[in-house]
């Protein structure tokens, strides 16, 4: 049974399953800073969700996503991921300008409109940052990849998923020649601030920061 819910509660149900990746029990107060709310306002939505079998909820502790509330989020993320890469390959948005635009048409909930939109665009497994789309069946086929503040040096990389998606972050990748797909190498790592010298498509030098390296995921070419 496919239930409505308010895009807020869509848009809770995915912030939980995100910070869901990185511990199994989430806080209020760490669910407060990703949404910038206040925690009294977390309370009520937890309250409502847990009434809607969405979550587990345990006050002074912390909570989880349900069964149901896991496969609502996924079903979410679904959408978001597949309207991005038809708003990519389709009508030619730039990859800084599709998460906005997705976030909004990712509430549109009709199943059928997004299995026939997964057809039109032939499966694609991965959106235009490199994250992997769920299938119809909510299974997630995640990229066996590692940031490139972690890479080795001399080794011949490709760039295959890129985890932070503001504007900003990807007008420095575009300002230095990085996407999907490029290829790089590591030439040196410095110890003072843990900057990376980086030579793009086997041709010019660049400096990448620590922080900037941290959310460009690489894998082996």
Not at 41 to 59: C, F, Q, R, V
Not at 81 to 110: C, I, N, P, Y
Not at 140 to 152: G, K, M, T, W, Y
Not at 195 to 216: F, M, N
Request: hydrophobic content about 40%; glycine content about 4%.
């Amino acid at each position: 049974m496919h239930l409505n819910y308010s895009h807020s509660e869509e848009n809770y149900l995915k912030t939980i399953f995100h910070l869901q990746l990185e511990n199994q029990v989430v806080t209020t107060n760490a669910l407060a800073e990703k949404l910038n709310a206040r925690p009294a306002s977390i309370t009520d939505m937890m309250k409502k969700l847990s009434a809607k079998k969405l979550l587990n909820y345990k006050p002074y502790y912390g909570f989880s996503l349900s069964a149901e509330g896991k496969r609502v989020a996924i079903d979410i993320i679904r959408r978001h991921r597949l309207w991005e890469f038809f708003l990519s390959e389709k009508l030619k948005f730039g990859w800084d300008e599709v998460h906005v635009l997705a976030e909004e048409l990712e509430h549109v909930g009709s199943k059928k409109l997004i299995d026939k939109l997964d057809e039109y665009l032939g499966f694609p497994r991965f959106d235009p940052h490199g994250d992997p789309i769920p299938d119809s069946r909510g299974k997630i086929n995640p990229r066996h990849v590692s940031p490139l503040s972690e890479a080795p040096l001399n080794c011949p990389l490709k760039i295959s998923r890129i985890s932070n998606q503001s504007h900003e972050f990807l007008d420095v990748l575009r300002h230095k020649g990085l996407a999907i797909g490029t290829q790089l190498e590591v030439k040196k790592r410095f110890d003072f601030d843990g900057a990376l010298q980086v030579k793009i498509k086997a041709a010019h030098l660049d400096t990448l920061s620590e922080p900037l390296a941290k959310h460009i995921h690489v894998k082996k070419v």
